[in-house]
């Protein structure tokens, strides 16, 4: 089987779900029976418990189910601890510089590519010590992603694209919509241009290129425009309209 790092080099479309605030083992285990590709926890807008985002991460790793989740802050220590219970990836906030990047992506991988250090026995490598072949193994599986969602980050797009370390460039919509003073408006000029920017530098670097879906029709548009990578939407999200179906069906069958 195919991992997430594999697909994502091969070109082939990734899809996966947003956990914000119903993170369970049940909720990593329904998002692999729906089909999802991966995970994506959100961590840096969220008050994670840490023993249950440890096991959940864990539940999927058990259910081909890998995870993708972004550190709270630039800060080595999280980022590592993140990887050491067993995330497929992580995805830096408010990339902004080749530097920030760079600096990241050490953190990620083990020397002599990066800085990374070796932990004991962890969901990295289902509670095995860890192994020269399974050091060698996670460098190259482990998946760094550059969110760039500010008119800084637009700005230097081909320095951070070209980054050694990078393998995806995500877009975070709403909040470079609003770096530019245009809040949420995707269709203003100044935003699809920056949006077109970050898409054809990441894809002149070779590099996977991502961004936030909601509905199947922003899927089909984004893969278009060359995306891969897609987020989607959240847990919350699916309940509420899954329930106001319901509802509004009830409605229309009193006629």
């Known amino acids: 089987m195919k991992t997430l790092k594999e697909k994502i080099l091969n070109g082939q479309v990734v899809i996966g779900g947003m956990i914000v605030h119903f993170l369970r083992p049940a909720m990593m285990k329904i998002y692999a ?6 995970a994506y926890i959100e961590n840096e807008h969220s008050m994670q418990n840490p023993e249950t985002l440890s096991d959940c991460i864990v539940t999927g790793l058990d259910n081909n189910l890998p995870t993708i989740i ?3 802050y630039f800060n080595r220590g999280e980022t590592a601890r993140l990887l050491d219970t067993g995330a497929a990836g992580v995805q830096l906030p408010q990339t902004e510089t080749r530097s920030q990047i760079d600096k990241f992506g050490s953190w990620v991988k083990y020397p002599p590519v990066g ?3 070796v932990t004991c026995s962890s969901g990295l490598n289902n509670f ?5 072949e399974a050091l060698t193994r996670q460098n190259d599986e482990t998946i760094v992603i550059a969110h760039v969602e500010t008119k800084l980050g637009v700005d230097n797009i ?4 070209a ?6 460039v ?3 919509s709403g909040d470079l919509s609003i770096s530019l003073g245009k809040p949420f408006d995707f269709d203003n000029p100044e935003f699809i241009e920056c949006f077109e920017k970050v898409a054809s530098a990441t894809k002149k670097a070779g590099k996977a290129f991502g961004a936030y879906a909601i509905t199947a029709e922003n899927i089909a548009s984004f893969v278009e425009m060359g995306a891969t990578f897609i987020e989607t939407t959240d847990e919350i999200t699916f309940i509420r309209s899954g329930t106001v179906k319901l509802f509004n069906d009830l409605k229309n069958s009193k006629g």
């Open 70 to 72: 972004k550190p709270g």
């Open 128 to 132: 095995k010590s860890m192994t020269l």
């Open 163 to 168: 980054s050694e370390f990078v393998d995806v």
């Open 115 to 117: 800085t990374r250090m």
């Open 170 to 172: 995500f877009v975070g």
């Open 158 to 161: 081909e320095e951070i694209a």
């Open 33 to 38: 029976q729906c089909g999802f590709d991966f």
